[in-house]
Each structure stands twice: as structure tokens, then as C-alpha cells.
């Protein structure tokens, strides 16, 4: 799953998969901006056929957030 | 247009990001865009450009922060400005023209609410009309984007005045209207598009929320290829002859094998989407798009069925050729091409088989060829929304050379009953009139100067705004031509450009619809031409011939006249040696202003 979720990225930053690493999150990767990060999402949405509350895309900030919630199906955890 | 899947959109970003970084590696020509809207369109830039890459041209876009659309308009100092766009795509939505409105219709009502109205069309024109001054070469495409729900919609009654529905709908009327303020400015009305879709599926709230964007993916994507489809019309980048197939596309069934009483074709069931698909292509004729056929049938069982079934709505009058036999359709449509005197590249074929677009997609890929869909129902609103015809509006001229076409084809016939070519011209009774350019013929002269290629012996492409300035400039004459003859009247259909300075007058620019070809109707233009050089005191006419892979009838045309070759490209005429003679059954009339 993070192999799809590289290449996903890949698409929407511009840069090739190869470059990002397994840790990547907005912080470090230069791409990521807000614009970027609203990409992503929609992007992600597209691409695993999730559908993600605003909340949520507010917290998906990391590879690790990411492949955690497509890992629950794209639900997000009751607290 | 099919609506959009977010899937859709999400790859067309990725393709128009691809585009952004290739730097336009295919050597498209190129158009600079400014992007001022009332909210974040951020993620439009690549859309754009997967758009205008389908229709060939690569984009370099600009978004201008949101929300200051006028301030950018109105200041000659402002980031738009410094960017020198060729185009400007001004979003404004009404939701945010009439933000007090849709806060608190209830304060919002009576005098307050007409007053909002006014003031902001009136700096939205205002702002425009300084854009189309301070930009004096580009075009300007102004979105009209509804709201998708009134102020109040909790109150149902479309008239109450407290809904505010009134007040969105007036708002939209005037940026509708304000297409007539200039030539230069081209309404979008992205509103009645995206009602057929419903405007629902364009607007996502959490994009609303967390960016402010109004337009979700599909939204962008779809609103990219609308902006596109009239920047297409708007530079004449259209289409003007289909090429139909018969069987199973004009009619149901194959008349070879079910005669003319078994084919499907009348007022009822799936014979009526066939009827409705050729009242779709009457309706192109009659504003003067080409019909032809390309058909392998018998051609007496196709011709009978124009002829002689009920049901048919197009007849055989309508076609301007065919080709019905049993040859390859590639060959005829190159036949066809040949026979009409247009190039390929203005051709659109329909036809059901599969195989046959295939063919044709590969063996003459100038041709466009859309996916007729296989269900005939489907047919008519799959080809009402086909973009290759769009054209942002219909002129009298355009009226006219529907009428001409028409005219033409029972001039030919004459042409092969007379029996020598000079006998010929002399009973057609021509008559032209060459006229400086005015506001009325601007618009024409700039259409022909964007759409002319093969009798055109320079490829200047003017726009209103050049000849604007052209003809403003000294020495310089810049001309129509109009011809008559005993079939009607092919309005204007040439257009000169004659520059003078000091001995030398220079034929800048010097074209001719195909229409009027091979009438020596050239010769009595060229006769002008000269005549005026000499009028205003030059001793020698100079005329340019620049190749393209569209002129080559014209390469002689200069020498063929008793010009002699001078520099690369050049051509002289001595006047005080020789003058080309002027065709002697042409009447020749010149308006000239003063």
C-alpha cells in the first residue's frame, strides 16, 4: 500500500517515487504545501476509493497517518 | 461534453502538471493566461493546460491571488499588468459579488439589495473595460457563475423578493450582456453548462471549508475545457466539413440490402434520433458548414433515398459532393478535400463503423473523428455538444457564405455548359467593390486574416485590434473586397494591406476566400492595388509571397504578373515599365474614405 501511496504522490508533487521515503510527511517533503495537501486527498480519495472527512485530511499530514487510515479501510478511529 | 469523474480530473492534473515541467517540448503554439477570480481556483492551472494541450496550444497560466479582481484591473501597476497576458479568465461568483445578500437576505431587501446590484456590475464593467484599455491585444473571458442556491431557499416562491433568487438572476443577466461591449471580451457562461450536469457535482464542501475553493476537480476540469472550447471559436480553430457515412449513421439499417422502403428513418422511435441527427447537421449547413458523403453503396440505392424517402430531412441539394462507391473513404475523403478546394484539416467524418474511423484516424490523421456513440439515440446530444463547430456567434457574413456555397455549385454547372473559360466569366456578370476598412468590415477582415491559408500570400495574422491600428497608420491602406455576381452577392471575401513609403508601395498582406478563385478576380484586386500605389506616388509595387505548407498555389502569383524576383521573398513592378492588365469583364467599383 505504500508503494500506491508513493506513486500517488508521485503524480500530485511532481517528483519521482523513488525520491520519497517511507517517513515522508508535509514538513519534509517541499511539495507538500496546503495547495499540494488538498491535492493529495482528493488524489488518495480517487485513487482507493475512500472518501475522507475534513477533519480527518486535516490530520493525514504524514506518509505514516495515511497508510494508517487507508490500513482501517478509510475509517476513521472512534476516540 | 460527458461529465467528469473525479478519477478523470485527478489524471488530467497529473497530465497538465507533466505539461507545466515539459516546457511545451512539442513546440505548440503558446498563449499566456491571468486568472482573476473571487475565490481560490489554485489547482486550475494544470487543468488549463491538459485542456488547451486537446485543443493545441500550451498555456503558461498565472493566478492572481483571490478576491482582488478589481484592484488588479483597475491598477496599470499591478501583478496582472506586469505579466502581459495574451488572455485574462475573470471567475467572479455571485455568491460573492452579493456576499451582504447571501449573509442576511432579510437586511438585504428593497432599495439596499437593487443598489448591491448596481454597484458591483458597474465596477465589474468598469474594471473591464480599463482591463481591455490597459491590455489593448488581449481577449478577456468573463465566467458567469451562478450559485447553484438562492440566498434564502427556504423560501420557495421564485418571486419573493426575500428568496433573492431575482437579484442572482439579474446579476447574471448583466455579465451575460456585457459581451457586447467589446469584441475583444467573450462571456463563458459556465452556469447554463453546468445545469445540464447539475452544479451540485462541481462544488465540495470540505475544498469550501479548508481552501476556499468553489469548484471541486471535475469542476476545474470541466470549467478548463469550456474556457477552452471558446478561446477555439474565438480564433476560428473550427471545423468546416463533415463527411457523413450513410447506412446505420444518416438512417437505420443498409438500404443495399432493406431497398428504400426498409430503413429506419421518420417520426417515430429510434428513426427519429436519426432524423434528429440530421437536423443537427441541417442546422451546421444552414450557417454554413460543408456537407459531404462518404459512403460504399450503390449510389443509385444512396441517391434514391435523398431523393425520394419521407422521412429524409437532409436532400440531395444540401450535400456539397459525394463520393458514394466502393473505394477505401480515405481516398475519398482526399478526393473530397481535392474537389471542395479545402484542406483536411477542416474535415470532421461520422460514421458508426468503428473500423472505418480507425482507418481513417490513421491513414489521413488531419481529419478529426469523434466517437460517434454505437446507441443512435445517444447520437444527437453527443453531436450537439461536439466543441469542432462552436463559433462564438453568427455573423450575416457567415449567413451569406451558407447561401454562396449553394450558389456556387449551380455556378460550376454553368461553368461546364459554357464553353470556353473567358466566355464563361464574362456571363457571370462580376462585380467587385474594394473599400477601406471600417468598424462594420473589421470583424470579417480579422476573420478572414485568422482563417484564410491557401490564396493567402503572406499569412499575416491580424486581429481587430492590428487592423485597428492599421488602419489608423500613414500610408497605409488597408482593404476589403466584395464580389456580386448574377447568382447573389459572397459579401466580403478579400482582404489587402498596401503600405507606401516614399517610391515603394509594399503589398503587406493579400488574400482571397477559396470561394472566389479562379474568377481573375485577383487580377482586377491586384489592378487596385497598383492603381492606388500610383495614386499616392510610388514608382515601384513591391509584393511579398511568404511559404507555408497551406500556399503553394500562390508562389507564382507575383512573377505570373510581371513582377520581377527581387530579394528572398520579394517581388518588384516597375510602374513606369509595365502594369499587369486588369481583367476586362470585371466591373470594379472603389470606395475609398478620405
Not at chain 1, 17 to 36: F, N, Q
Not at chain 2, 258 to 283: K, M, P, T, V, Y
Not at chain 2, 384 to 411: E, G, M, N
Request: net charge negative; aromatic share 6%; proline share 4%.
Amino acid at each position: 500500500m505504500r508503494e500506491r501511496v508513493k506513486r500517488v504522490m508521485s503524480d500530485v508533487f511532481g517528483v519521482p517515487a523513488e525520491e520519497i521515503p517511507d517517513d515522508a510527511d508535509a514538513e519534509t517533503l517541499e511539495s507538500w504545501d496546503s495547495l499540494g495537501h488538498m491535492s493529495l486527498m482528493l488524489a488518495l480519495e480517487a485513487e482507493f476509493n475512500v472518501s475522507i472527512p475534513s477533519e480527518t485530511m486535516l490530520e493525514l499530514i504524514s506518509m505514516e497517518e495515511i497508510t494508517a487510515f487507508l490500513g482501517r479501510g478509510g475509517s476513521t478511529p472512534q476516540s | 461534453m460527458t461529465s467528469i469523474t473525479p478519477q478523470e480530473a485527478i489524471r488530467r492534473r497529473t497530465r497538465g502538471l507533466a505539461l507545466q515541467r515539459s516546457k511545451n517540448d512539442r513546440a505548440l503554439p503558446e498563449a499566456a493566461f491571468a486568472v482573476l477570480s473571487t475565490f481560490n481556483v489554485e489547482l486550475l492551472p494544470p487543468l488549463l493546460l491538459d485542456s488547451f494541450e486537446r485543443i493545441g496550444r500550451h498555456v503558461h497560466v498565472h493566478v492572481s491571488g483571490f478576491g482582488q479582481i478589481s484592484e488588479q484591473m483597475l491598477d496599470p501597476a499591478s501583478e496582472l499588468y506586469a505579466h502581459r497576458p495574451d488572455c485574462v479568465l475573470l471567475i467572479p461568483a455571485v455568491e460573492d459579488l452579493l456576499a451582504p445578500l447571501f449573509a442576511r437576505p432579510a437586511h438585504m431587501t428593497g432599495e439596499a439589495a437593487n443598489q448591491l446590484v448596481e454597484t458591483q456590475t458597474a465596477a465589474l464593467q468598469q474594471s473591464i473595460a480599463s482591463l481591455l484599455q490597459n491590455l489593448p491585444e488581449a481577449t478577456c473571458y468573463l465566467t458567469v457563475m451562478g450559485s447553484g442556491r438562492a440566498p434564502a431557499e427556504f423560501i420557495l416562491s421564485p418571486g419573493a423578493s426575500y428568496r433573492g433568487q431575482a437579484l442572482v438572476e439579474r446579476v447574471l443577466a448583466r455579465l451575460r450582456d456585457m459581451g457586447s461591449i467589446s469584441a475583444r471580451l467573450v462571456i463563458v457562461d459556465w452556469d447554463w453548462h453546468s445545469r445540464a450536469w447539475g452544479s451540485a457535482q462541481f462544488h465540495d464542501d470540505r475544498m469550501w471549508y479548508l481552501a476556499r475553493m468553489r469548484l471541486n476537480l471535475p469542476g476545474l476540469a470541466a470549467l478548463s475545457d469550456l474556457v477552452g472550447s471558446h478561446y477555439s471559436a474565438f480564433h476560428g480553430l473550427t471545423r468546416k466539413v463533415v463527411v457523413l457515412d450513410l447506412d446505420n449513421t444518416l438512417w437505420g439499417g443498409v438500404v443495399g440490402e432493406a431497398g428504400l422502403s426498409g430503413i429506419d428513418l421518420g417520426e417515430d422511435g429510434i428513426g427519429l434520433a436519426f432524423q434528429d441527427l440530421q437536423r443537427e447537421l441541417l442546422n451546421l449547413h444552414d450557417t454554413g458548414v460543408l456537407l459531404t458523403v462518404a459512403s460504399k453503396n450503390n449510389a443509385a440505392d444512396a441517391l434514391e433515398v435523398f431523393d425520394h424517402h419521407a422521412g429524409m430531412i437532409l436532400k440531395r441539394e444540401h450535400l456539397a459532393a459525394f463520393r458514394i462507391n466502393w473505394q477505401d473513404k480515405a481516398s475519398s475523403i482526399r478526393e473530397l478535400a481535392q474537389e471542395l478546394n479545402l484542406g483536411l484539416e477542416s474535415f470532421v467524418f461520422l460514421d458508426d463503423n468503428p473500423v472505418e474511423r480507425e482507418w481513417i484516424r490513421q491513414g489521413v490523421p488531419e481529419v478529426l473523428v469523434p466517437e460517434l456513440p454505437a446507441d443512435p439515440v445517444s447520437r444527437p446530444s453527443f453531436f450537439r455538444a461536439l466543441s469542432c463547430f462552436q463559433r462564438i456567434t453568427l455573423t450575416d457574413a457567415d449567413l451569406q457564405r451558407a447561401q454562396s456555397y449553394a450558389i456556387t455549385k449551380v455556378r460550376d454547372s454553368l461553368r461546364s455548359s459554357a464553353s470556353s473559360l473567358p466566355e464563361f466569366l464574362a456571363s457571370l456578370d462580376q462585380e467587385i467593390t474594394i473599400e477601406a476598412v471600417h468598424d462594420g468590415s473589421l470583424g470579417r477582415a480579422a476573420q478572414m486574416c485568422q482563417r484564410t491559408n491557401q490564396f493567402n500570400l503572406t499569412t499575416q495574422r491580424y486581429t481587430v485590434t492590428d487592423l485597428e491600428q492599421l488602419a489608423g497608420a500613414s500610408g497605409t491602406d488597408v482593404y476589403t473586397l466584395a464580389v456580386k455576381d448574377k447568382f447573389g452577392d459572397s459579401g466580403i471575401t478579400g482582404f489587402a494591406v498596401l503600405r507606401t513609403n516614399g517610391e515603394t508601395s509594399t503589398i503587406d498582406s493579400l488574400l482571397l476566400s477559396c470561394r472566389v478563385l479562379g474568377r481573375q478576380i485577383e487580377d482586377a484586386f491586384l489592378g487596385v492595388l497598383v492603381s492606388r500605389a500610383r495614386e499616392r506616388g510610388a514608382r515601384y509595387v513591391v509584393g511579398r509571397y511568404v511559404p507555408t505548407s497551406k500556399n503553394q498555389q500562390v508562389a507564382a502569383f507575383y512573377p505570373e504578373r510581371g513582377f520581377e524576383p527581387d530579394t528572398q521573398g520579394l517581388f518588384r513592378l516597375d510602374l513606369e515599365r509595365e502594369i499587369p492588365p486588369t481583367p476586362a469583364h470585371i466591373s470594379v467599383k472603389v470606395k475609398s474614405h478620405a
